[in-house]
């Protein structure tokens, strides 16, 4: 299937949302611009400034996202369609929230995100071809973004700089 228009993605709240707010509509890369979409979410929800809290929100969209992305992805007529990427927003943010607070480590972030996303290592790989539902599109990218923590944790530790757990 090709990808869905914007008159398809605003036809009903929950697609708008599995597609990023148009971010999934991208006809190149559509999981790299949805990752940056993680970039403003993480800014939002920690400048919300509540101490301890920043985990549970980001586990909250991470559940909210499996109905979300098993709808729109039986609407599209495939499981882990292109065009949705509020999997990569929410483990982007994710990410982010474990990250040093500075652009080098952010990008970092990014860059180790993108690449397990795409790499898709063992069991990523695995969660990918065998679990066809919103769980396991959600799982998938919580997954390259647990491996890309664990390089951040490693690098900062190295680097005596803090990774924030």
């Known amino acids: 299937m090709s990808l869905p ?6 036809s009903k709240p929950q697609y708008t949302l599995a597609l990023g707010l148009g ?36 586990l909250a969209l991470f559940i909210l996202g499996i109905p979300l992305c098993h709808t729109t992805g ?12 509020w999997d990569e927003i929410v483990a982007m943010a994710w990410v982010l929230s474990m990250a040093p607070h500075s652009l080098t480590w952010q ?14 290592p063992w069991p990523i790989r695995y969660v990918d071809r065998t679990i066809k539902n919103g769980f396991g599109v959600m799982l ?4 390259a973004a647990g491996f890309s923590i664990v390089i951040l944790w490693l690098a900062t530790s190295l680097t005596q700089d803090q990774v924030i757990f």
Do not use: Q
């Not at 228009?5 to 605003?10: A, C, Q, S, V």
């Not at 971010?23 to 979409?37: D, M, R, Y």
């Open 74 to 85: 039986k609407a599209l007529g495939e499981s882990d369609h292109s065009a949705i990427v």
């Open 5 to 10: 228009n914007w008159h398809w993605m605003l």
């Open 107 to 120: 990008m970092a972030a990014f860059a180790l995100f993108r690449f397990f996303d795409i790499v898709k």
């Open 140 to 143: 998938d990218d919580l997954l």
């Open 23 to 58: 971010a999934g509509l991208s006809p190149k890369a559509p999981g790299t611009v949805g990752s940056l979409l993680g970039f403003p979410l993480y800014y939002l929800l920690s400048g919300l400034n509540i101490t301890g809290v920043l985990p549970f929100m980001i």
